[in-house]
């Protein structure tokens, strides 16, 4: 009685369990929390797991982050990546959400405008951060500064080396008072960009992109769908490097993107390399900026022999070609 009891029991909680893993990662499930959340007018995780399986096709379409075209002269310093940063992540907030960061800019005597400015953001985002470096020499307690003001962020700074920790935005956040989240978000945006900035490029420079991040007609399906990457002309067995240091988050194959390998960054932000012939890094494993991890294919939904690099921001799939100085499309159309 007791055995029939406890396997009974067991059976029970092996079918929650299995409804909870398939609601939460399998593309049906994905796709009831998606109507779930629509029907109650909530955010839901199920958007960045549908491209993931798919793909990557996301119906509101690609995020507009990066550079504008053209604006990227050369490879830009650390200094200059982290300036850009700061100057997209405020161009991309709410008006009411940047007003402390303006205000910030403007007690230290600069024009806060000019930040918001298409030419002039940059710069004036690095004057900025450069008037903030002497009492905010680290980096993400100088972004805390910089979107939060420097009497908070000081506060922030002090207590947490007073609990003898480094200051991390995440750390300063927490000792931000209420009301500052906006600024926390827009520091941790800006250090994301400034790292998608500093990425490399998984093959030899020179190489064409056949097909570039954007809507298309899917060359297999024949449907119209966001292509959430770039497709890079390479050969087969062509090696396939880290285009800065990570952790290998997975290391696998499906039927879409072939042999892939997933890559976390650290700051929000993830790369992805899809259709290899061969993976030559595991699950967890640590790799650095330049380490050959895969050889290319054409393994999974594809076409012909080609490196799929795709570039996530907080799981959002962006156009990495506009972190880029130069590239070039096949069929010469396009050179940055």
Request: charged share 20%; glycine share 12%.
């Given at each position: 009685?007791?055995?029939?009891?406890?396997?009974?029991?067991?059976?029970?909680?092996?079918?929650?369990?299995?409804?909870?893993?398939?609601?939460?990662?399998?593309?049906?499930?994905?796709?009831?929390?998606?109507?779930?959340?629509?029907?109650?007018?909530?955010r839901?995780?199920?958007?960045?797991?549908?491209?993931?399986?798919?793909?990557?096709?996301?119906?509101?379409?690609?995020a507009?982050?990066?550079?504008?075209?053209?604006?990227?002269?050369?490879?830009?310093?650390?200094?200059?990546?982290?300036?850009?940063?700061?100057?997209?992540?405020?161009?991309?907030?709410e008006?009411?959400?940047?007003e402390?960061?303006?205000?910030?800019?403007?007690?230290?005597?600069?024009?806060?405008?000019?930040?918001l400015?298409?030419?002039?953001?940059?710069?004036?985002?690095?004057?900025?951060?450069?008037?903030?470096?002497?009492?905010?020499?680290?980096?993400?307690?100088?972004?805390?500064?910089?979107?939060a003001?420097?009497?908070?962020?000081?506060?922030?700074v002090?207590?947490?080396?007073?609990?003898?920790?480094?200051?991390?935005?995440?750390?300063?956040?927490?000792?931000?008072p209420?009301?500052?989240e906006?600024?926390?978000t827009?520091?941790?945006?800006?250090?994301?960009?400034?790292?998608?900035?500093?990425?490399?490029?998984?093959?030899?420079?020179?190489?064409?992109?056949?097909?570039?991040?954007?809507?298309?007609?899917?060359?297999?399906?024949?449907?119209?769908?966001?292509?959430?990457?770039?497709?890079?002309g390479?050969?087969?067995?062509?090696?396939?490097?880290?285009?800065?240091?990570?952790?290998?988050?997975?290391?696998?194959?499906?039927?879409?993107?072939?042999?892939?390998?997933v890559?976390?960054?650290?700051?929000?932000?993830?790369?992805?390399?899809?259709?290899n012939?061969?993976?030559?890094?595991?699950?967890?494993?640590?790799?650095?900026?330049?380490?050959v991890?895969?050889?290319?294919?054409?393994?999974?939904?594809?076409?012909?022999?080609?490196?799929?690099?795709?570039?996530?921001?907080?799981?959002?799939?962006?156009?990495?070609?506009?972190?880029?100085?130069?590239?070039?499309?096949?069929?010469?159309?396009?050179?940055?």
């Amino acid at each position: 009685m007791f055995l029939r009891r406890s396997k009974g029991l067991l059976d029970f909680a092996m079918a929650v369990l299995c409804i909870w893993a398939a609601y939460h990662h399998t593309p049906a499930g994905a796709l009831a929390r998606r109507a779930g959340a629509w029907a109650l007018g909530v955010r839901t995780s199920a958007r960045p797991l549908l491209a993931y399986y798919d793909g990557g096709a996301d119906s509101e379409g690609p995020a507009a982050v990066g550079a504008p075209e053209g604006a990227l002269a050369h490879p830009l310093s650390d200094e200059e990546a982290l300036a850009w940063g700061v100057h997209l992540a405020l161009t991309g907030m709410e008006p009411r959400a940047r007003e402390r960061a303006l205000g910030a800019a403007e007690a230290l005597g600069l024009t806060p405008s000019l930040l918001l400015d298409a030419r002039e953001g940059p710069g004036t985002a690095r004057r900025l951060l450069t008037l903030l470096t002497a009492d905010f020499p680290g980096e993400e307690a100088r972004l805390t500064a910089a979107f939060a003001g420097t009497a908070p962020a000081r506060y922030a700074v002090e207590r947490v080396r007073a609990e003898g920790q480094a200051p991390t935005l995440e750390r300063l956040a927490r000792q931000l008072p209420p009301g500052f989240e906006s600024a926390s978000t827009g520091a941790a945006r800006a250090l994301a960009l400034a790292t998608a900035f500093a990425l490399a490029w998984p093959v030899p420079e020179g190489t064409p992109v056949t097909s570039p991040f954007g809507y298309r007609v899917h060359p297999v399906l024949g449907t119209r769908k966001l292509h959430t990457g770039v497709d890079l002309g390479v050969r087969s067995g062509t090696s396939v490097v880290a285009v800065a240091s990570g952790v290998v988050r997975r290391a696998s194959e499906d039927a879409v993107n072939g042999r892939v390998l997933v890559v976390d960054h650290g700051r929000g932000v993830t790369t992805a390399y899809c259709h290899n012939s061969e993976l030559l890094v595991r699950v967890g494993e640590r790799i650095e900026r330049g380490q050959v991890i895969a050889h290319s294919g054409s393994t999974g939904r594809s076409t012909g022999p080609h490196l799929h690099y795709q570039l996530e921001l907080a799981a959002q799939p962006v156009d990495p070609l506009c972190f880029r100085t130069h590239v070039r499309v096949a069929g010469g159309a396009t050179e940055l």
